[in-house]
Structures are given as structure tokens and as C-alpha cells.
């Protein structure tokens, strides 16, 4: 893939970063894209990979109203929860999505991207035609900050880039996260980093409610979300683009790696 990279001494650099990290922000980004969408109301989306019917069936009843905001959305995309977010960010005109990877800039495409967590015999990604449609037209974002030559999503890789989407956010849905997850590691750091964040109101995740995280459903959720700077999509913004049906690369090779949790 090709891509760019930006310093904190650019003017275009996140100021999110400068905020909240200051001298500890990263001193290199690697990026492809419109670096512009994170200028956009930004939700991160983490969660653990642990999660059962009961976590999705309440975090989907969250997600009834979340989807009728406009924002960008950002995350690794790896569990399935993460990856039906993924897949509402791509569904509705007025939404963007951010990319965060744990691999190599030089390594990752969107068709490894995309390859590493939808593959046989699971099925093919419903918002596939989208996702290329808008990687063909530059309206996704991918960034990095690791090694450009990275080929593997290691522990501490996948760390970074897990704090590297919430930093970027106005805010952190975090649905799901056992004690003793990376989830729940990264959930504390966030606490402490004093940006807002959010999970679903069930004793499911009891674990992150005892660190101070909040717990909403599908009618206390909204309250949140504005209080934080969140808008109501217009309805005039909620028609998509016409999908173009995406033609793969013939001589694309495809890694498939899972993240354990």
C-alpha cells in the first residue's frame, strides 16, 4: 500500500494526540487516506473477543441509536462485535470509517485488511461492495504506527493500535471486556487518560462498570452521546452512493491471522 507519513511538527497532525499525549504522542503516523476524517465527531469502537449472545443482543440494542448519529467511526475491527460496528459505519451515507491496523503500512491493503477477518468458510463481508467502493474513491482512512515492514499483529502492536483509535476519539464504546482481556487492560488506560467512555448497561460487563465506566441502554445511551458533542444525522444525508461491484486482485496475496484475546 502507499502511504504517508506524518509528525507532530505538521500542522495537519491530529490534534487529539497534542491534547491528550502531548511530548508522549507518536512521533511518526503511517497513513492512506483522507487524514481529514478524524476532524470529524470520532467514536472508537474496542472489545473483546469473549463476548456471547447476551453482549451482542444488548450492544446491538445500543446500536439502534447510535446509528442515527453522524460521525466517524474508528477501530481495529477484529471481534465480532467490532465487526458489526464496522459494518454500520459503512452502511449509511452520512458515516466515515477509520482503519486502525497493527501491521506494516507497506504489508497491509484494504484487501488483506478486509481478508484477515472475514474469510471462508465464514462467509463474505455484507458491506463488502461499500468497503471497495470507498477505498476505489479515497474515502477511507488506514493508519499505523507500526514498523511499516511489520508483517505480524503482535501483542503489544495490537495495543497500540487499540490506544492509538481511542486517543483519536471523542469517545470509547467499549461493550464488552472481561477482567484479565486486553480489552480490560486498555479500558483502564482510558479511564486514566480521562477520555469518555462508555459500555452497556448489563452485568455482563460488571467488570468494566466497577472501573468507573458507564453503563447505558438503548433510550439512556442518546443523553450520553449529545452531552458529548454528538448530532443527529439530517435525513437528507442518509442515502448511499450506488455500489460498484469490486473486482479483486488476481495476484493478491492474502494472510489470515487472528488476534487471541
Known sequence: MEYKIITP????????????????????IYYSGQLELLNHWTMAVICSDKSGGIALW????????????????IGGWYSIIES??????????????TLSSAKGLKKETYETYLRDRFYGPLGRFPEEDEYFRRAKDGELLMLSVTNPDETRQVRKNIMERNWL??????????????????????????????????????????????????????????????????????????????????KKPTSQQLSFIKEDD
Open 9 to 28: 511538527d505538521d500542522s495537519k497532525y491530529p490534534k487529539k494526540l497534542i491534547e491528550r499525549l502531548g511530548d508522549e504522542c507518536p512521533d511518526k
Open 84 to 97: 458489526e460496528t464496522f459494518r454500520l459505519s459503512l452502511f449509511r451515507k452520512y458515516n466515515t470509517t
Open 165 to 246: 483509535s481511542s486517543v483519536l476519539a471523542d469517545i470509547v464504546f467499549i461493550p464488552y471486556g472481561p477482567k484479565g482481556s486486553k480489552t480490560y487492560t486498555m479500558a483502564k488506560r482510558i479511564v486514566k487518560a480521562n477520555i469518555p467512555l462508555f459500555t452497556v448497561d448489563h452485568d455482563g460487563s460488571k467488570d468494566l462498570h466497577k472501573v468507573g465506566i458507564p453503563g447505558f441502554n438503548r433510550k439512556t445511551v442518546k443523553t450520553f452521546l449529545e452531552d458529548n458533542g454528538a448530532r443527529l444525522a439530517t435525513p437528507e444525508n442518509e442515502i448511499r452512493k450506488p455500489v460498484e461491484v469490486y
Open 58 to 73: 444488548e450492544t446491538n440494542q445500543v446500536l439502534f441509536t447510535v446509528r442515527e448519529y453522524q460521525m466517524n467511526y
